[in-house]
């Protein structure tokens, strides 16, 4: 046996012990209770809790302090009344006020941003597995917020479905009214306790609290801190719920560098969910259309690796945990973003959910279509995940990539792999009180070119208290490992990555927090001789007024494996084989989001390989409550080297409107300028969302040559998609 499995193996083998023993200190859902009757009326949602099933209702009350501090109760009540009858859940919510004047609201647009916005979220255990949930609220501008909630508790906000909520202001306090069809959730029937919190937001006053008690450390989306929704009768059980999700789009480009237009073409397809069972769901695509997407956010990319940019199309981010949560940062066996960005996607399914209380499941299969010089393939994923424990679960998964294409258009068989396949098992551990965190994992490539060496494994472990944050990992990655569907930076390397990090918590009338930190990271390559090697000290200050400051030294040392242009722009490159060390000396700082204007920006100033770089980046925001804001990202790079080498300096800027002229319409206007590319872009998207679920889009976008100012594409797109319940 390698030397280097030792750790991984040492490391399964205890740590189903030591999650195992935490449960002694599992929060106790019995001490915090609503009771859920059956309502014998009628609701109107309307923000005034007037009913008089409301009126008998059980309240959730005196919730305490999680920000700044988390102890007491909160300065600012919040009261929370359930109800149901047999298709709906309902909830009021009463948040007082103790602060007068306007409610801080960044915008009026769904999923809002929960530190910007005055709002009250709900999270819902309903498999009772401290893992998996819902999570729906509302902000005071009326905002709807809904998402899945995986891995102990974090939301993926990129789910939607079809709910009615109204929020009414009085002079001090204001009123959320819900009512959450129970087709929307999944949960096992006969089943007459869910686990629930409550968390309140008041950012002008700069409290955070929630109804069941949760350490600063943790978010209050933490299902182990969950307390307890009674029913006085299991909740009744939905019947087999299915949509249709209908588009329409017409589209038009002009490339003006070949002087080619494309002429208006009419496009088609269909979207399909349908509930199984309560608690597994089938999604179907059919010619999906993915224009209205979020372009991505430019960087001046100085990296000798890929850059990651985040999945931003729907169909691939529902239920994402069960298919993307293998791997880790840089070693992730699947990245839905290598499906259909370069070849259309011509078809696809998605089956996901619950089994029962410890078992889910996950399989995706994609069909692309031949685009250029991209060729057809097939992709599928498949996963088995079993909750082990109290919050650790361990999963197995297959991801296949299989060309799907006659010989005859493969112009080069000999340099193509004909199939691309990463099996593997992840452990997830997660101690019942969310101290202990883990990942460990054992992934296996095959292709039709590789030979050996095609493995990778991990390890890692955090140790989280109030004070104290501590962690460790080791990762090992072959030299031919290979995930075609997935995003690894790199491969043939040993890495090492401990850190460690401590926080006072001074009685201050301006500090919430402060203290010092430790992160470093040693790589080596197969034979463990040295390539990288990094260290940053930090110190952090956090402000009661919701800003902060870090200031940190880091040192760098690099052995390039192959030659590299540190300009990413055509400069001269360095050679393979040599080294380099500098430090750099870095000042972040987030003013007050809660100001009408903020900003943010990060100097740095030190070393770059064999010259120097100053660094400036930063974002100023203004906010024009409720209605949206204006902001402009700015990034500088003064690059110096010495003779023969090139010194080169980039700007990149991106203005960006984001209006919400109501709940239902956004226009969304992007400009971003790029030197280190040479160009310019332009997107303005314009959604109307004229019925819950279905939009309207409108999406121009185009790109220059900054000097000359000549146009290099222009494209529009209009789509209208409706959901059919």
């Not at 007082?96 to 709002?119: C, K, M, Q, V, Y």
């Not at 011509?346 to 995706?364: C, P, T, V, Y």
């Not at 569907?485 to 927090?513: K, Q």
């Not at 100001?595 to 770089?613: D, H, M, P, T, V």
Request: proline share 5%.
């Amino acid at each position: 046996m390698n030397p280097y499995h030792l750790p991984i193996l040492i490391g399964l083998l205890f740590l189903p012990t030591l999650s195992h023993t935490q449960n002694d200190r599992t929060p106790n859902r019995a001490d915090f209770v609503i009771q859920v009757v059956k309502a014998t009326g009628d609701f109107k949602i309307d923000g005034q809790l007037d009913e008089a099933d409301w009126l008998a209702a059980d309240v959730a009350q005196d919730f305490t302090r999680v920000l700044p501090i988390d102890t007491g109760y909160a300065a600012t009540p919040t009261e929370v009344k359930v109800s149901y009858d047999d298709r709906q859940l309902y909830f009021g919510i009463t948040c007082h006020e103790r602060i007068p004047g306007p409610n801080i609201i960044e915008s009026l647009r769904r999923d809002f941003s929960f530190g910007a916005n005055d709002n009250f979220l709900i999270f819902i255990d309903t498999y009772n597995d401290q893992t998996n949930g819902f999570s729906f609220g509302a902000s005071a501008g009326g905002a709807q917020w809904d998402g899945i909630q995986s891995n102990g508790g974090s939301v993926s906000l990129d789910w939607d479905c079809k709910w009615e909520s109204a929020v009414q202001h009085y002079e001090t306090y204001w009123v959320i009214e819900m009512a959450i069809p129970f087709r929307n959730l999944q949960f096992k029937a006969g089943v007459d306790q869910w686990g629930i919190n409550f968390s309140r937001m008041d950012v002008k006053a700069n409290e955070k609290s929630s109804w069941a008690p949760v350490p600063r450390q943790f978010p209050t989306a933490n299902l182990g801190f969950a307390g307890t929704l009674q029913w006085d009768a299991p909740p009744p059980k939905p019947k087999t719920n299915y949509s249709l999700i209908p588009y329409v789009a017409a589209r038009t480009a002009r490339d003006y560098e070949t002087d080619q237009s494309d002429p208006l073409k009419m496009d088609a397809g269909m979207d399909a969910k349908i509930s199984l069972t309560p608690s597994l769901n089938l999604d179907l695509t059919i010619n999906p259309d993915f224009s209205q997407v979020d372009v991505d956010r430019q960087v001046t990319n100085l990296d000798r690796f890929e850059l990651f940019f985040p999945e931003r199309r729907r169909f691939f981010l529902e239920n994402q945990d069960i298919f993307s949560g293998f791997g880790k940062n840089g070693i992730r066996p699947f990245f839905s973003r290598r499906i259909g960005l370069d070849s259309p996607v011509r078809a696809g399914l998605r089956l996901s959910g619950k089994l029962n209380e410890k078992w889910r499941i996950g399989l995706l299969n994609m069909q692309t279509g031949t685009e250029g010089n991209t060729l057809a393939n097939n992709y599928t994923v498949a996963a088995v995940q079993k909750q082990i424990f109290s919050r650790s679960n361990i999963g197995v998964f297959l991801v296949n990539k299989q060309l799907t294409v006659d010989e005859e258009k493969i112009t080069s068989p000999e340099d193509i792999n004909r199939y691309n396949r990463v099996i593997g098992v992840d452990y997830n551990l997660a101690s019942a009180d969310s101290r202990w965190l883990g990942k460990f994992f054992v992934h296996q490539s095959f292709s039709e070119l590789q030979k050996g060496k095609s493995l990778a494994l991990s390890g890692n472990l955090a140790y989280n208290t109030t004070q104290w944050s501590i962690e460790g990992g080791y990762d090992r990655v072959g030299e031919n490992y290979l995930a075609e569907t997935g995003f690894v930076r790199r491969t043939g390397l040993h890495r090492f990555e401990p850190s460690i990090a401590y926080r006072f918590y001074p009685t201050s009338t301006t500090i919430a927090n402060h203290g010092p930190s430790l992160e470093t990271a040693f790589i080596f390559d197969p034979d463990f001789k040295r390539t990288d090697e990094a260290y940053e000290l930090a110190y952090k200050i956090a402000f009661l007024n919701r800003s902060d400051i870090e200031l940190s030294y880091q040192h760098q040392f690099i052995r390039l494996l192959d030659p590299f242009d540190p300009t990413n722009a055509g400069g001269t490159p360095l050679e393979a084989g040599t080294t380099y060390y500098w430090n750099t000396l870095q000042l972040d700082y987030q003013s007050d989001a809660r100001k009408l204007f903020n900003y943010n920006f990060i100097a740095s100033y030190g070393g770059f390989f064999n010259g120097k770089r100053l660094s400036l980046t930063g974002e100023l925001n203004y906010r024009f409550q409720p209605y949206g804001s204006i902001a402009v990202n700015l990034a500088y790079n003064d690059l110096q080297f010495p003779s023969p080498y090139a010194d080169v300096n980039f700007w990149l800027i991106g203005p960006k409107l984001d209006i919400t002229f109501t709940n239902a319409l956004f226009l969304t206007a992007f400009v971003q300028y790029n030197e280190q590319i040479d160009n310019i872009n332009t997107n303005i998207r314009l959604q109307w969302r004229y019925q819950p679920v279905s939009d309207l889009f409108l999406v121009y976008s185009d790109n220059y040559f900054p000097e000359p100012w000549n146009v290099k594409n222009r494209a529009f797109v209009a789509k209208l998609s409706y959901w059919f319940n």
